[in-house]
């Protein structure tokens, strides 16, 4: 993670500007999580962006031989990943360009702006649609507390990926979960008919499925449990807690140590 | 508790609509077969409960703070993949 400012070298120029190779990347006071890529030559010239980490977590970026090589980049621990951001007048409508990241080495402060295929990676990303509080209702409950039908579901403060299902009317109750298919890409399913109706999922982006968060004293130890994921329709949601088979599906995945 | 004795391809009626019937009896165990309505949920009592304990266990309090947890994460998840001949 970046503290103060870092100098960093672009041999490439970022695209529309080539001129510029050099850059100070700083935290301006107040502004965490964003960050200003400035250019030395001139310093009028100057990018906001921020790690992209923070808003996908499962956001990957494809680096040909030729760029890796150039990069120098041996670790993938030493991969800093940022994204430009523009920020409107509203700045709850702020995006992210995932299309075009740039790539630092952290080691060696060498980046590289990167194309992507914008049909895949999108240009304009929200920074924060998908964040905002929703209320969910859950008619069956979840497992074990078979009472609590509504939820509201939310990302604490300085907590993503991972959200807060509190129960609406027993607040004292909240649950940890996290996006499951952010952390195992190929997670997957069948849904029986009974649950199929009644979450008449029409579209795969109307979905979202969480799997529950333990965090123990040493986080990196932290799991998810597979095998009983929250699947919700966030179009009219609703949401159940499916009870899948522990043999195929983990009751506690550690995905920071499995990776 | 009612305890009820069975033989094989007896069963049980459960409030009019949920038939449970014995279909094999070995010696490690009895197989039933279970007709209910496609609203009625049924699963064995242990993985009901591991998944209830999960529950709980991602409930309330956690040992370490939610944020530093959340920054481990980011740490840690994708961020560069290096291909051949993208």
Partial sequence: MVQESILLNFPKGLAGFPEFKSFSLFEPKGGYPLKFLQSTDQPEVSFVCMDVAAIK????????????????????????????VVVPEDPRGMTANLAGPLVINARTAEGLQVMLDANKYPLQYPVFGPKDEIVLSFPKGLVGFPDLKSFRLFEPAGGYPLKFLQAVDQEEISFTCIDAGAIKGDYDFAL????????????????????????????????????????????????????LNPDQYPLKFSFILER | MLVISR?????????????????DIT???????IIAPRDVEVHRREVFEAIAEANRASSGQQSAPV????ALIRSRMPKVRITRGR
Wanted: aromatic residues 2%; charged residues 30%.
């Fill in chain 1, 192 to 243: 029986d008919p009974e649950d199929a109706t009644f979450l008449a999922l029409e579209k795969p982006e109307d979905a979202l499925v969480l799997a529950m968060v333990v965090i123990p004293e040493d986080p990196r130890k932290m799991t998810a449990n597979l095998a009983g994921p929250l699947v919700i329709n966030v179009r009219t949601c609703n949401g159940r807690q499916l009870i």
């Fill in chain 1, 57 to 84: 977590i499962d956001y990957e970026v494809p680096l040909g031989d030729e760029e890796a090589e150039l990069l120098g980049l041996e670790r993938q621990e030493d991969a800093l990943v940022l994204a430009m």
């Fill in chain 2, 27 to 33: 010696k490690d165990g009895v197989r039933l077969g």
């Fill in chain 2, 67 to 70: 944020q530093d947890a959340a």
């Fill in chain 2, 7 to 23: 033989k094989v391809d007896q069963s049980i009626i459960i409030d009019g609509h949920i038939e449970v019937v014995v279909t």
